[in-house]
């Protein structure tokens, strides 16, 4: 699977409307994929823990400047990602 990067964190960090926008995606998608731009004050390994954590999120990776987050979302209507 092959997704692009729906949020960019950059060079404020990791502010309330990222954490709102990325909420957002993870209610949509469930599964997300962020953005670190190279003008953040942080890395993607730097900051992915406290991410997850805020959103009560699983983190799944962080490779360069990619994180990756699953969330399963509650909302009706979406098909879910199935986890085996």
């Not at 950059?10 to 953005?35: A, F, P, R």
Request: hydrophobic share 40%.
């Amino acid at each position: 699977m092959n997704i692009s990067a729906t949020v960019q964190i950059g060079k404020n960090g990791l502010t309330d409307s990222v954490i709102e926008q990325i909420s957002t995606s993870l209610d949509d998608h469930e599964l997300v994929k962020i953005g670190v731009l190279r003008t953040a004050d942080i890395t993607a390994k730097g900051i992915i823990g406290e991410v997850a954590e805020t959103l009560g999120a699983d983190p799944v990776q962080a490779i360069g400047n990619k994180i990756v987050l699953y969330r399963r979302s509650q909302k009706d209507g979406i098909e879910h990602i199935k986890l085996d």
